[in-house]
């Protein structure tokens, strides 16, 4: 069973910045996709990046800056977040697809919380 387990939140003052981390316990090498969504209290999931193979891609909030990248050879995803704001303060949950068909592999996701 494949698991993933993300690290690296914190509280941060705004305009801050933190790199979120997220370990698969399989190689992510093959994996069709990975990436991040976020849930805040009282709304619903938001989705905030995705890598594939041969591209990127962001929401509108994380345009600019956020930066999500993947290490395959330590099965691990990552999520750099620069100037970061109050309403980035949310779970930040790590996924992967490990293809097109399989169910898609949640983690339990790390607190970030932005605020002076």
Known sequence: QVQVVESG????QPGGSLRLSCACS???ASFYIVG?????PGKPREYVATIGDGFIQYSASA???FTISRDNAKNTIYLQMNTLKPEDTAL?????D?????????????????SS
């Open 26 to 28: 399989e190689s992510i």
């Open 63 to 65: 345009q600019d800056r």
């Open 92 to 96: 930040y949950h790590c996924y992967v």
């Open 36 to 40: 991040w969504f976020r849930e805040a």
């Open 98 to 114: 490990p293809s097109p068909t399989l169910l898609r592999i949640w983690g339990r996701g790390t607190q970030v919380t932005v």
């Open 9 to 12: 939140g914190g509280l941060v």
